[in-house]
């Protein structure tokens, strides 16, 4: 028999216990009311701070494709030999390369960048499906090395164009492997600040090359540059592989292990993955091959958009110019020939980039896409229009050299096709295509434009002496011109609008506004009445 004392007691503890649960219950429930209030600053901002970080450190690879372009500019006047540079200047300028003789190729070691990057552009997307998108990005940092180590240590011309065209497959594969990572890691509110990275990081590449001309030495300039691959493949391989790509392999414990990294601890990560796969059921259940992308009348019309947007973007002379800027800031100085006359123009112009770069997130963000396109070009045109002329004007001797003309226009040139036609017809690829046909699209695309950025910068220096700078900046004067008439008849906006509506416009089906018919029912009540 139980003692009466001892049940008393456990009746008192039983009730005191479920006391001290409803006590415990509404204080729990007066804490979870306070947290749905107020945000947990903590737990959002290791989660946005982790993918930030995160964007910074895969975009090193395009910090690198800045860095390849902005070479040729600071190191190409350096190679070539004419009666301006006194000879022992050259030797000390060469150090191992004094005897490389590249003077008539020049345009060859610019451009085999480009066309490196064609056939690194097209298959990097593929590959990435099958080997995985953070074993492809850090894999290219090794190209990128032995491009590097040739540029630095070739006791002739053929080395130097080897180690080019080897740079420019890793160049043209980041172009296409680096969005995609970000895609996948990155929160959608996050996503168009986080895709600006590319050219943000880009244009600092570009400025880093810029700046590390002043060594004047070319075997310096190469050990300065092959520091970036080599800080991209240590930070990178501490990264994880991306979430989609590891539930693409059936790795879900891996895949909810590396959202929840980019994600925070504390965030629920479940309903995100269920996104992600019902996304990749609906991925392979309507794969499309590169065949089929030409079988569809909105597929199609966008290709023509795409194709269209990047014809004129690098018929306007962008890469002539960050490719050979050194060389045109000399064309419009005095003629002996002043490097400190040169490299600091062009680390002006490197610094207009970066800036208006960063600062075009804002326009992407309020302006609608058209208009930016349409005054990008527009403001391209006006600027090398005015070179132009004061190019002839100064050939004619109706002028006096002064540099901070071309300087002046060169910063407004890359400020406005920062602000539209650089990263827009890059960002209307995720806008005007169906997701089962992005991937494909855009290698297809960016394959294109690095054909384009080839016949250009191999074409501009023979453009130049056949006809002069100043009528090949009339060339593009008028390529921007008509750029500008292409984007009013044949671009679509996409700002604002659904995918949907973006395929239905392309397709020619234009569906009645709603407001029509509340009209017509308010017409026939009155008449009714």
Not at 252 to 270: H, M, P, Q, T, W
Not at 360 to 376: A, H
Not at 484 to 492: A, D, E, K, L, M
């Amino acid at each position: 028999m139980d003692d009466p004392t001892t049940t008393l007691d456990a009746e008192a503890g039983a009730s005191h216990t479920e006391l001290d649960n409803k006590n415990g219950h509404s204080l729990h429930s007066k804490v979870l009311k306070r947290l749905e209030t107020v945000p947990d600053i903590k737990r959002d901002t290791s989660g946005i701070t982790t993918q930030y970080i995160a964007t910074g450190i895969v975009n090193l690879g395009a910090f690198a494709t800045g860095v390849c372009v902005a070479w040729s500019s600071s190191a190409l006047p350096l190679y070539l030999t004419n009666t301006t540079i006194l000879e022992e200047d050259f030797q000390a300028f060469n150090g191992t390369h004094s005897k490389i003789g590249v003077t008539p190729r020049g345009s060859w070691v610019v451009s085999l960048l480009c066309l490196g990057a064609l056939f690194g552009a097209v298959p990097s997307g593929l590959i990435s499906e099958h080997f995985g998108r953070k074993k492809t990005l850090l894999y290219l940092a090794l190209p990128l090395l032995v491009s590097w180590i040739l540029v630095a240590s070739s006791p002739n011309v053929y080395g130097l164009y080897v180690g080019r065209f080897v740079g420019g497959v890793a160049v043209g594969a980041f172009s296409v492997s680096v969005p995609p990572y970000v895609e996948d890691i990155a929160e959608s509110h996050l996503l168009p600040a986080l895709a600006n990275f590319y050219h943000v990081l880009f244009a600092c590449g570009l400025l880093f090359g810029y700046i590390i001309g002043m060594v004047q030495n070319l075997s310096w300039l190469a050990v300065l540059c092959v520091t970036i691959p080599v800080a991209f493949f240590i930070a990178f391989i501490f990264l994880p592989e991306s979430p989609a790509y590891l539930l693409s392999q059936g790795k879900s414990s891996e895949a909810k292990s590396a959202l929840r990294y980019f994600r925070g601890i504390d965030n629920d990560v479940d309903g995100e993955l269920k996104a992600i796969r019902e996304t990749l059921r609906n991925f392979a259940k309507n794969r499309v091959t590169f065949k089929q992308l030409f079988t569809t009348k909105a597929t199609v019309k966008a290709l023509v958009v795409s194709f269209g947007l990047m014809i004129f973007q690098q018929l306007s002379g962008i890469y002539p110019v960050l490719f050979y800027s050194e060389m045109i800031f000399c064309s419009f100085a005095n003629p002996l020939y002043d490097r400190e006359a040169t490299y600091i123009p062009s680390i002006i112009l490197g610094f207009c980039l970066v800036s208006s770069t960063y600062f075009s997130t804002m326009f992407l963000k309020r302006m609608r896409r058209r208009v930016l396109l349409l005054c990008s070009f527009t403001g391209m045109a006006l600027s090398l229009g005015s070179l132009a002329i004061y190019y002839q004007l100064k050939a004619s001797n109706l002028s006096t050299s002064k540099t901070w003309i071309p300087v002046l226009a060169l910063c407004i040139f890359v400020s406005v096709y920062a602000a539209g036609a650089g990263p827009i017809p890059w960002l209307m690829l995720r806008e005007i295509f169906p997701p089962n046909v992005r991937r494909r699209a855009t290698a297809i695309t960016a394959g294109f434009h690095w054909f384009l950025a080839f016949g250009v910068t191999k074409l501009y220096q023979n453009l130049e002496k056949m006809v002069q700078a100043g009528w090949v900046l009339w060339n593009f004067a008028v390529i921007c011109v008509i750029g500008t008439i292409f984007i009013y008849f044949f671009v679509p906006e996409t700002k604002g609008r659904t995918l949907e509506e973006i395929q239905n416009e392309l397709n020619g089906i234009h569906k009645r506004r709603a407001h029509r018919h509340v009209i017509q029912v308010e017409t026939i009540a009155v008449a009714s009445s």
